[in-house]
């Protein structure tokens, strides 16, 4: 019953924007933390965003600090990644990921492929 359903992925140009949806179902969206990550060949996945429980407080990776912005709608239970002047490393699978707020529990999406080519 739990889903997370990331979309939004696909092929941008170099300097290009894209924005990621992950829409979260069947567990309270609002008591977990949420994420993206990425995962590009041969490389370890990598927090790419995080965004509390609230959406209060928002971290990145150095990568992407200024170029990237993670947002969520409670309402709406979707959380978002804003992704704008697009860099070829960027090119990985995206991942969305929920953490239970003081708790073990965590959930996975299963990705969405951003591509950045010329």
């Known amino acids: 019953q739990v889903q997370l359903v990331e979309s939004g992925g696909g092929l941008v140009q170099p300097g290009g924007s894209l924005r990621l949806s992950c829409a979260a179902s069947g567990f309270t969206f609002r008591s977990y933390h949420m994420s993206w990550y990425r995962q590009a060949p041969g490389k370890e996945r990598e927090l790419v965003a995080f965004?509390?429980?609230?959406?209060?407080?928002?971290n990145y990776a150095d990568s992407v600090k200024g170029r990237f912005t993670i947002s969520r709608d409670n309402g709406e239970n979707t959380v978002f990644l804003q992704m704008n002047s697009l860099k070829p490393e960027d090119t990985a699978v995206y991942y969305c990921?929920?953490?239970?707020?003081?708790?073990?529990?965590?959930?996975w999406g299963q990705g969405t492929q951003v591509t950045v080519s010329s």
């Open positions: 990921k929920a953490d239970l707020l003081l708790g073990l529990r965590h959930y």
């Open positions: 965004i509390s429980n609230t959406g209060g407080s928002t």
